[in-house]
Each structure stands twice: as structure tokens, then as C-alpha cells.
């Protein structure tokens, strides 16, 4: 397989020529098109100014300018750089200005927020111009404008400056969820995520012919890398899907027969959970990829029985290891499928260790610890915090809690920072929501850890009731108290429609600790 995404794009344009590549609205691209649009797309940003490993950011939903233009700019020997599209402007500022980004390509207007004008107060002395991809801002240069002003750049110079691009390039800069600081952001090579992402793709089956409903976002590893870019691995159709909404979610499976909808166990959770599910023809479904959480099996029983999937692939990543480490393989048992993330993918190193970095005895919780091809470069231009999570002897710590078996194979817990301490006893919220879920009475559960005069800490849950389902803060503690340790029972619930999720789908236990502050205040 090529080793850059920008000789990948050409293979796969000669490869599945008249193959259906991308599918958005009346936005349709064969392989061949794609291939010959990321070079005129190439032609336009060379003629811009852009310059082998300059930067150039993209900020928009999942839509097919965002394909097209990201080809366009590695092509031309850029550096990928995704902004997440839940920012505001000032979060939008950092990230451009960390990166030193050149261009911006963005929207004027999605879900009421204009990208252009929420920037209008940003400091930004490295970003030179920004490209609306549709409509249409003040300030801005259109797509179609901006493509135009390639004619004064061959296509034999942006063939030969993809030609250029090698294997240890930067490919993207990704930004962390900023959990703990300010995001940062993480490099990745290209010969690395090609890699990583045959791996990938090998391993779930995806294959050509598969129709690839993408909800996950670009901005993200599991959007773009697991995503757009390993459907133009294996030829298969990539179908965007700009704003996560369960009910149009459920239209275009049946409408557009979607064989493939890989996401976070939320996404999974809140089809179930829909009243009108079994109206709507989900028939083609074959594959689903999931994880980013503790899974709880019951869900795993669930979307093989009720959303007809032949195949679910459980796995663990992160961004810093270009969204890949651990896989289930497909000859795997359910139990095994439902209750791990796999065992490492090939050549990749993965141990469970304590504090002082000693390997913990198998079926003992440590710290996941990975080494491989995949470990990104580092931070962008921040050795300080690359030190700080990549030893000397390359091991990248995650700050995941895991659990590995005799196999080999993980079970990821938690994050170290969600655990809590009630009363000397460590408390991972990820096996307390799996125990709730599996009683059937809730549609989605997070618990976290809030102070306690006495205890230090105590758990505080948040449910969504299942459909058809009533509950009370006094029942779900009385379920609690009949199926786990008292140590682990919430000390207080709260009864919500929905739970607030990040922009990768993950419930948002951020925010959760906001509300449970404002409550307790």
C-alpha cells in the first residue's frame, strides 16, 4: 500500500476508477474524481502560497469539501490542521495561532455560528487568508474562487509536488479535548497513519462496495483516519453526515443502504433508545466499530439482535497514537468482543503498569502504556508536554486504567482522572454506568466523582430513563444497593432527558461536574 495519503488517493483513483467515492447531497465524486479534484484542489493552494510542511487548518462539518481539501493541501506539502467545530472563536484563535496556520478553509454560517466573524477579534499574524467552502462570508474567498486561481499552476507542478511528499512528513496536527489545560496539538506522520489504518481497515472487514455512513467528525481521528481516509484505502463509499440526529441518522441507513456506522457506544445508545426505531429498514447494516468507553455488554447483545449487525468491532485509541492501539479481531468470541478492546495490532507494544512504570500482573488495573510505529512525533512545538507523556525509552502514557489478560488482551476501565476514592475504596465510574445499564431500566448513564465531608468523595449519577420507563431518584439508589458494593452506589442521582456529549460523541463529564457544582452551591 502507498506510504502518503496524497500517492494513496492517486492509487485508489486508478484502483476503483468508477467506484462511487464520496456521496454528499447532489455532491457525488468517483474515485477518479477525487483523485483529479485533491489535484486541482493542490494547483489552487500552491498558487495561494502554500509551501511544503506549512500548515493549514480546516474548520467545518463533515462535508465533501472537507475531503477534497484536505487531499488538496497534503498534496500540495502542507500539514493538515482540524479544528473541532463545537470551538468558539477564541478557542479557534489558539489553535490557529499554535499551529501557525496559513490558510483557513472554514464555512460562513453552521448551525447559526459564522466561523469568519467569530474570528473578526482573534490575533492572528500567521493566517494569511481564510476559504469559505460553501456559501459565501464577508472577508473570505469562495471555494469556487479560490479553485479558479489554480489555472496559474500546472498540473504537472502539483503532481510533482505530491510526488514530494514523504512517508515522514507531517500528515495532520489533531487536537487534544483539553481536558486538563489548553488543547494540544498532536503530530502525526503520514507513513504512520497509512500503517496504522491498513491495520485498521484489515481488521474490521471494511472492504469495497461498503457504504460508510461517517457521523463521527473529521476533525477527529475516528472521522477522518477511521473514517474518509480508510475508506479510500479500501474503496469504499464515504457518506458524510454533518450534525449527529437520530431520526435523519435512521432515514439515510435505509435510504442510502448504509452497510457501515462505526461511532462511540452513545451513538449505538441513542438509536436504541428512539421510539420510531423499528419503522425504519436497517437491513444492510453489517459492521459496526466502537469504543472510546467502557462498553457495556448488554449494548453489544443489543445492536447485534435489534440493529441487525453481523459484525461489532471493539477497539481502543487515542489521538496521540493516531487513533489506533488495540483490536478485536473478527474470529473473536462475543464474550471477548463485548468485554475487551482487543489485543495490540501488529508491531505495537501495549503493557499495564503501576506508579513507578513496573509492569502490574496480568488481571491486575495499571496504567496503559503503549510503544510502536503509531506513537505520534509529539506535541506540536510543546517538547515540554511531549517529555511528560512519552518517556525516555518511548513508552507513551495514556492516563487510561486497563485490565490485560493472559492474551494479551485490554480491558480499559477508565481514565485515571474519572476515578474516584469513596471512603478509601477506588471507584471507576465506567463499571458502575455498565451495571446500571445492564438493568434495562435506562437508556444512558455517567456517574462521577463529587467531594464529600466525610467520605472525601461520593458517586452522583445521571440517568436517561429508558422508553415506557419511570424511575426515581430513590429507585435507582435501591437498585444500586441490591446489585453492587455499597461503596459504589451513587449517594444521589439526577433524572435527565439527555446527556451533553462532545463533539466525538463521548459523554461530556465536564459538564456533568459543572451541574453537579451548581447543585451542590
Avoid at 507542478?157 to 481536558?179: C, H, K, M, N, W
Avoid at 436497517?282 to 472510546?292: D, E, I, K, Q
Wanted: proline share 4%.
Amino acid at each position: 500500500m502507498e506510504q502518503t495519503i496524497p500517492r494513496l488517493v492517486q492509487a485508489s483513483g486508478a484502483t476503483y476508477a468508477d467506484d462511487s467515492a464520496v456521496e454528499d447531497g447532489d455532491l457525488r465524486l468517483t474515485y477518479a474524481e477525487l483523485a483529479e479534484a485533491g489535484i486541482e484542489a493542490a494547483r489552487a493552494f500552491i498558487a495561494a502560497g502554500v509551501e511544503p510542511r506549512d500548515r493549514v487548518a480546516i474548520w467545518a462539518p463533515n462535508i465533501a469539501e472537507w475531503i477534497v481539501a484536505a487531499i488538496g493541501l497534503q498534496n500540495a506539502g502542507a500539514t493538515l490542521v482540524t479544528l473541532s467545530t463545537r470551538w468558539k472563536g477564541a478557542e479557534a484563535g489558539h489553535a490557529l495561532r499554535k499551529s501557525g496556520a496559513k490558510l483557513l478553509c472554514t464555512l460562513g454560517d453552521f448551525l447559526g455560528t459564522n466561523y469568519v466573524a467569530a474570528l473578526a477579534d482573534q490575533d492572528l499574524p500567521d493566517l494569511e487568508r481564510i476559504i469559505v467552502l460553501r456559501d459565501s462570508a464577508e472577508g473570505a474567498t469562495s471555494w469556487a474562487d479560490f479553485l479558479a486561481a489554480g489555472d496559474a499552476v500546472s498540473r504537472e507542478q502539483a503532481i510533482d509536488r505530491l510526488e514530494g511528499v514523504t512517508p515522514e512528513d507531517l500528515s495532520d496536527l489533531i487536537f487534544t479535548s483539553g481536558t486538563t489545560g489548553q488543547p494540544k496539538a498532536v503530530a502525526t506522520m503520514h507513513g504512520q497513519n497509512i500503517r496504522a489504518f491498513a491495520a485498521w481497515t484489515e481488521v474490521t472487514g471494511l472492504r469495497a462496495g461498503d457504504r460508510y455512513l461517517i457521523v463521527n467528525p473529521f476533525f477527529h481521528s475516528f472521522g477522518y483516519k477511521a473514517g474518509w481516509l480508510s475508506c479510500v484505502m479500501r474503496g469504499a463509499t464515504a457518506v458524510p453526515h454533518a450534525v449527529f440526529d437520530v431520526p435523519e441518522v435512521l432515514k439515510r441507513i435505509g435510504d442510502e443502504n448504509i452497510s457501515v456506522l462505526p461511532g462511540a457506544p452513545t451513538l449505538y445508545q441513542s438509536i436504541l433508545a428512539h421510539p420510531d426505531l423499528k419503522r425504519h429498514d436497517l437491513s444492510n447494516l453489517r459492521l459496526a466499530v466502537t469504543g472510546a468507553a467502557a462498553i457495556p455488554v448488554e449494548l453489544i447483545h443489543r445492536m447485534r439482535q435489534e440493529l441487525g449487525f453481523d459484525t461489532i468491532i471493539t477497539g481502543y485509541g487515542l489521538t496521540e497514537t493516531c487513533g489506533v492501539v488495540s483490536m478485536c479481531r473478527y474470529d473473536d468470541d462475543p464474550e471477548t468482543i463485548a468485554k475487551t478492546s482487543g489485543r495490540a495490532i501488529p508491531d505495537v507494544e501495549v503493557f499495564c503498569v503501576d506508579a513507578e512504570g513496573k509492569e502490574v500482573a496480568r488481571g491486575e488495573p495499571g496504567e496503559v502504556v503503549v510503544r510502536g510505529y503509531n506513537v505520534m512525533r509529539g506535541y506540536f512545538d510543546d517538547e515540554a508536554e511531549t517529555r511528560k507523556t512519552i518517556d525516555v525509552d518511548g513508552w507513551l502514557h495514556t492516563g487510561d486504567i486497563g485490565v490485560m489478560d493472559e492474551r494479551g488482551y485490554l480491558r480499559i476501565t477508565d481514565r485515571i482522572k474519572d476515578m474516584y476514592i469513596v471512603g478509601g475504596f477506588n471507584c471507576y465510574p465506567a463499571e458502575i454506568e455498565n451495571l446500571m445499564f445492564g438493568s434495562g431500566h435506562f437508556a444512558q448513564v455517567a456517574v462521577i466523582g463529587v467531594p464529600d465531608e466525610r467520605q472525601g468523595e461520593i458517586g452522583m449519577a445521571f440517568v436517561v430513563p429508558a422508553a415506557d420507563t419511570e424511575v426515581s431518584e430513590e429507585s435507582v439508589i435501591a437498585w444500586c444497593r441490591d446489585n453492587m458494593a455499597n461503596y459504589k452506589v451513587p449517594r444521589s442521582v439526577q433524572i435527565v432527558e439527555e446527556l451533553p456529549l462532545n463533539a466525538t460523541g463521548k459523554v461530556s463529564k465536564i459538564e456533568l461536574r459543572e451541574r453537579a457544582k451548581a447543585l451542590r452551591s
